[in-house]
């Protein structure tokens, strides 16, 4: 595609519910990466995908946030039993080979994720 | 770690006017890249300039210039000329190249920027 997509751009959801997000990279995008905007705050790295490979989740705040890549192009962040504290807009950004370092990453719109 | 400070959480300026922006941060590394990012009210963020750490000339990009000071670990950020279509949240970005971790982005709390007709 164009660009970086997401779905759903708002979710709603109540406390306790498990929420799926999704991330659509450029085609050809090696790297996924996940990260977690607070309200006023920069992205926060999630974690990082290489092909299907999770190669680092150390970003990740609790065990009730697991994220796939399961064929190396798409990817699912899934939040299980969402609290409040989990309320943030979920940014997806993919590069086309995460090794060289003068690559950039091209962002996604977010996904808003608001716990009531 | 690696820390990103953007110590003006707003700032204006009018139309076809400069401002500058200003970002600073803290590492050990030697090797590695400054990014300014731009997140309208639309959220996506779009690149706006990148400078490589080893380079000591100032990365240009139109009305965008930063202002690189490495031994103060500073990166500012100039915009010339600004225009409506400036208005938004800037990103200062740290990227540091980890083995298994791909790059990883260390952000600010970015700048909100603006433009007053």
């Known amino acids: 595609g164009a660009g970086v997509s997401q779905s759903p751009r708002y979710k709603v959801a109540k406390r306790g519910q498990d929420v799926a997000l999704r991330c659509d990279p450029i085609s050809g995008h090696v790297s996924l990466f996940w990260y977690q905007q607070a309200l006023g705050q920069g992205p926060e790295f999630l974690t990082y995908?290489?092909?299907?490979?999770?190669?680092?989740k150390s970003g990740l705040p609790s065990d009730r946030f697991f994220a796939e890549r399961p064929e190396g192009s798409v990817s699912t962040l899934k939040i299980q039993r969402t609290q409040q504290e989990d309320s943030a807009v979920y940014l997806c950004?993919?590069?086309?080979?995460?090794?060289?370092?003068?690559?950039?990453?091209?962002f996604g719109p977010g996904t808003r994720l608001l716990v009531l | 770690a690696q820390t990103v400070t953007q110590s003006q959480p707003e700032m204006s300026v009018q139309e076809a006017e400069t401002v500058t922006l200003s970002c600073t941060y803290d590492t050990s590394e030697n090797n590695y890249y400054l990014f300014w990012y731009k997140q309208p009210p639309s959220r996506q963020m779009i690149l706006v300039i990148r400078q490589e750490a080893y380079k000591q000339q100032n990365a240009t990009e139109n009305r965008f210039s930063v202002n690189f000071q490495k031994a103060a670990k500073s990166f500012s950020l100039k915009i010339s000329d600004s225009q409506l279509g400036d208005t938004a949240m800037y990103f200062c970005?740290?990227?540091?190249?980890?083995?298994?971790?791909?790059?990883?982005?260390?952000f600010g709390t970015g700048t909100s920027l603006t433009v007053i007709p």
């Open positions: 950004a993919s590069s086309l080979i995460g090794r060289i370092l003068q690559e950039t990453q091209y």
């Open positions: 970005a740290f990227m540091k190249h980890g083995l298994g971790t791909g790059n990883q982005f260390y």
């Open positions: 995908f290489q092909n299907e490979a999770q190669l680092d």
